[in-house]
């Protein structure tokens, strides 16, 4: 069984079952657009005291560059090498058109509401905030540069006031020039139109005002616009040394526009929408860009003359039509039986690439059995996290983890205390599950023949399936749930169900791996709420000490604050609030033509960049 893996979100903005997915397309679904401003600050507020994410944080909600899958068979749920990295050394020439396809269009492109990783690929080349991604992959790509900004801004106020000085004689593509009061005009629109970037906004002091009325939202206690030294100056609740990389997917728009959503809005990077319908979007060059105007790891190149991406196409022809030259770059995921078939004929076309994003299945700390340590520590020795790989189509979609913190991003040390023979202090690889160990903590908890129910979306029953099989070969009676996942990720949710367990994933596009160890604080916790993400209802005061010790170090030290969120991920992975799966793999098919290949780990693909001449 597959599931439509890539399709995912910028970062989880909110809770509503919009955010997870429509039936029939996976969980990769749909736009966070006409969500209500309070129930996207409802989640952002409750995070945003240690940063977030996309891109998601973007992630870098990926700080390395692409690891291939382990070389090892069956055990582990690998198939062999990676067919790619993150770059290719081609280099083409300026020109042409580069045609990308798509089952599903992207829906409103505007600037400040949208929230679809689809459509980040179209935006990166066209819109521009504060701070934005560089074209680059790997490592380099992980870290934001200056946008409108001319530099990352210096704190103040131990964190709380950060001040960016902007750039002169920018443009957008309508024409107009670009101000200082744009800034403050596209935070108030992101706001007024409930659109999904509001999720990175949370830290503003004004943050909760204005989303509950976006109609009173001035921003006086949160920006201050200084129009003739050309600054402005942010004020935050509380310090967060991340709040620059969140920055760079709030875009700015001329205050001209209008407050309601637009097809698309006018942009300031090297290209402009053309058109944006549900049979093509398309990019041409911004008459109003100049070379030079940006860093130049912001926009390096503009290579295609037009970038197209149509819609409507299944993802097989998708693949059959772009291996075969008739476009150059799919969107969505490859089935299974034919990802084999490139891989051995077209090999150098697959490009194979990690992606800050986790599945896992939560184990609710308040509800019995999972109260209960040592019943939680057994399901995780117990899980054959190979066969969770193999559920959604093997080790090129997707590499087996027992952590919180995805390999992809700042913040991961490798850590897996839950396999047989653990290497020292749990810094090795996961290798099989340990059953004799798994049963052994069973009895010792005391909850053995218990019974477990596993709330699962209808588009995992695979995966739920394995979940039962794992709980019932340990002695709990397991059954599945079946709901369709609007209403799975609902009952999840709201501690008032008392779930036990079930399948969920949480994905981030901006840098760090503190958005996940978030997730599992106490203030993402909301009882008898339907907002309230951390699944497990886990809680820990000292846990959450080190995440606001981690926030204030990345003021003035970003790799230290780093190297403290992997010490919260250990201390969250021996507690066991989740028996984690895998990580996603973010997987590529290009033509033969397109040269310059890049993916990075805030923007992924990056078309722009690309050459098909």
């Given at each position: 069984?597959?599931?439509?893996?890539?399709?995912?979100?910028?970062?989880?903005?909110?809770?509503?079952?919009?955010?997870?997915?429509?039936?029939?397309?996976?969980?990769?679904?749909?736009?966070?657009?006409?969500?209500?401003?309070?129930?996207?600050?409802?989640?952002?507020?409750?995070?945003?005291?240690?940063?977030?994410?996309?891109?998601?944080?973007?992630?870098?909600?990926?700080?390395?560059?692409?690891?291939s899958?382990?070389e090892t068979e069956?055990?582990?749920?690998?198939?062999?090498?990676?067919?790619?990295?993150?770059?290719?050394?081609e280099?083409?020439s300026?020109?042409?058109?580069l045609?990308?396809?798509?089952?599903?269009?992207?829906?409103?492109?505007?600037?400040?509401?949208?929230?679809?990783?689809?459509?980040?690929?179209?935006e990166?080349?066209?819109?521009?905030?504060?701070?934005?991604?560089?074209?680059?992959?790997?490592?380099?790509?992980?870290?934001?540069?200056?946008g409108?900004?001319?530099?990352?801004?210096?704190?103040?106020?131990?964190?709380?006031?950060?001040?960016?000085?902007?750039?002169?004689?920018?443009?957008?593509?309508?024409?107009?020039?670009?101000?200082?009061?744009?800034?403050?005009?596209?935070?108030k629109?992101?706001?007024?139109?409930?659109?999904?970037?509001?999720?990175?906004?949370?830290?503003?002091?004004?943050?909760?005002?204005?989303?509950?009325?976006?109609?009173?939202?001035?921003?006086?206690?949160?920006?201050e616009?200084?129009?003739?030294?050309?600054?402005?100056?942010?004020?935050?609740?509380?310090?967060?040394g991340?709040?620059?990389?969140?920055?760079?997917?709030i875009?700015?728009?001329?205050?001209?526009?209008?407050?309601?959503?637009?097809?698309?809005?006018?942009?300031?990077?090297?290209?402009?929408?053309?058109?944006?319908?549900?049979?093509?979007s398309?990019?041409?060059?911004?008459?109003e860009?100049?070379?030079?105007?940006?860093?130049?790891?912001?926009?390096?190149?503009a290579?295609?003359?037009?970038?197209?991406?149509?819609?409507?196409?299944?993802?097989?022809?998708?693949?059959?039509?772009?291996?075969?030259?008739?476009?150059?770059?799919?969107?969505?995921?490859?089935?299974?039986?034919?990802?084999?078939?490139?891989?051995?004929?077209?090999?150098?076309?697959?490009?194979?690439?990690?992606?800050?994003?986790?599945?896992?299945?939560?184990?609710?700390?308040k509800v019995?059995?999972?109260?209960?340590?040592?019943?939680?520590?057994?399901?995780?020795?117990?899980?054959?996290?190979?066969?969770?790989?193999?559920?959604?189509?093997?080790?090129?979609?997707?590499?087996?983890?027992c952590?919180?913190?995805p390999?992809?991003?700042?913040?991961?040390?490798?850590?897996?205390?839950?396999?047989?023979?653990?290497?020292?202090?749990?810094?090795?690889?996961?290798?099989?599950?340990?059953?004799?160990?798994?049963?052994?903590?069973?009895?010792?908890?005391?909850?053995?023949?218990?019974?477990?129910?596993?709330?699962?979306?209808?588009?995992?029953?695979a995966?739920?399936?394995?979940l039962?099989?794992?709980?019932?070969?340990?002695?709990?009676?397991?059954?599945?749930?079946?709901?369709?996942?609007?209403?799975?990720?609902?009952?999840?949710?709201?501690?008032?169900?008392?779930?036990?367990?079930?399948?969920?994933?949480?994905?981030?596009?901006?840098?760090?791996?503190?958005?996940?160890?978030?997730?599992?604080?106490?203030?993402?916790?909301?009882?008898?709420s339907?907002?309230?993400?951390?699944?497990?209802?886990?809680?820990?005061?000292?846990?959450?000490?080190?995440?606001?010790?981690?926030?204030?170090?990345?003021?003035?030290?970003?790799?230290?604050?780093?190297?403290?969120?992997?010490?919260?991920?250990?201390?969250?992975?021996?507690?066991?609030p989740?028996?984690?799966?895998?990580?996603?793999?973010?997987?590529?098919?290009?033509?033969?033509?397109?040269?310059?290949?890049?993916?990075?780990?805030?923007?992924?693909?990056?078309?722009?960049?690309?050459?098909?001449?």
């Open positions: 069984m597959s599931r439509n893996l890539k399709r995912r979100f910028l970062g989880r903005a909110t809770s509503d079952s919009e955010s997870r997915t429509s039936e029939g397309l996976g969980r990769r679904k749909r736009l966070m657009t006409g969500l209500s401003p309070m129930r996207l600050l409802t989640i952002a507020v409750c995070l945003a005291a240690p940063f977030f994410l996309a891109a998601c944080g973007g992630g870098s909600e990926s700080g390395t560059t692409a690891a899958p382990t069956a055990e582990t749920g690998t198939e062999g090498e990676s067919t790619t990295t993150s770059e290719s050394s280099e083409g300026p020109g042409g058109t045609v990308m396809l798509s089952t599903e269009p992207i829906g409103a492109a505007d600037a400040s509401t949208v929230f679809l990783r689809q459509a980040y690929v179209l990166r080349p066209t819109y521009v905030g504060l701070t934005a991604d560089p074209a680059k992959g790997g490592k380099e790509g992980a870290q934001v540069v200056p409108v900004a001319t530099e990352m801004p210096k704190p103040s106020d131990g964190g709380k006031t950060w001040t960016f000085q902007l750039r002169k004689g920018l443009k957008f593509s309508n024409g107009e020039e670009f101000k200082p009061k744009d800034v403050a005009f596209s935070i629109r992101i706001f007024a139109l409930g659109g999904g970037p509001g999720y990175y906004l949370g830290d503003l002091v004004d943050a909760e005002a204005c989303a509950e009325d976006p109609k009173t939202c001035d921003l006086s206690k949160s920006v616009v200084d129009e003739k030294n050309w600054t402005v100056t942010f004020h935050l609740k509380a310090p967060n991340f709040f620059p990389e969140k920055l760079s997917l875009y700015m728009v001329p205050s001209s526009t209008p407050m309601k959503i637009q097809s698309f809005t006018p942009a300031l990077g090297p290209y402009m929408w053309k058109t944006n319908n549900n049979q093509e398309v990019l041409v060059r911004n008459p860009y100049k070379e030079g105007t940006f860093e130049p790891d912001l926009f390096p190149v290579n295609p003359n037009e970038i197209v991406q149509k819609y409507g196409v299944t993802p097989q022809q998708e693949a059959t039509e772009v291996i075969n030259g008739q476009a150059d770059y799919m969107w969505d995921e490859v089935p299974p039986d034919q990802l084999n078939e490139l891989v051995e004929k077209s090999p150098s076309q697959v490009k194979v690439n990690p992606s800050p994003f986790v599945d896992y299945a939560f184990l609710n700390t019995p059995p999972f109260n209960n340590l040592k019943a939680r520590e057994a399901i995780n020795f117990a899980a054959n996290r190979a066969a969770y790989v193999n559920a959604v189509g093997g080790s090129r979609v997707a590499s087996v983890s952590q919180v913190v390999a992809s991003v700042n913040g991961y040390e490798q850590f897996c205390p839950w396999t047989a023979n653990p290497a020292p202090n749990g810094e090795g690889e996961w290798s099989a599950p340990d059953l004799t160990k798994a049963k052994q903590l069973v009895k010792e908890s005391g909850t053995e023949g218990e019974s477990v129910q596993a709330v699962v979306p209808n588009n995992e029953k995966l739920g399936e394995q039962v099989d794992d709980l019932n070969s340990i002695g709990y009676k397991a059954e599945l749930k079946l709901l369709t996942p609007q209403a799975a990720y609902g009952f999840q949710q709201n501690s008032a169900n008392e779930p036990q367990t079930g399948i969920s994933f949480w994905q981030s596009s901006v840098s760090g791996g503190l958005v996940f160890v978030n997730l599992l604080s106490c203030n993402s916790f909301h009882p008898n339907d907002a309230s993400p951390n699944l497990a209802e886990y809680c820990n005061k000292e846990v959450d000490a080190k995440i606001a010790s981690a926030e204030r170090t990345a003021v003035t030290n970003l790799d230290k604050a780093y190297e403290e969120v992997a010490e919260v991920d250990k201390m969250l992975t021996t507690q066991a989740w028996l984690t799966l895998y990580n996603v793999n973010d997987v590529d098919i290009v033509s033969a033509r397109v040269k310059n290949y890049v993916y990075s780990p805030l923007s992924q693909f990056l078309p722009d960049v690309a050459s098909v001449e």
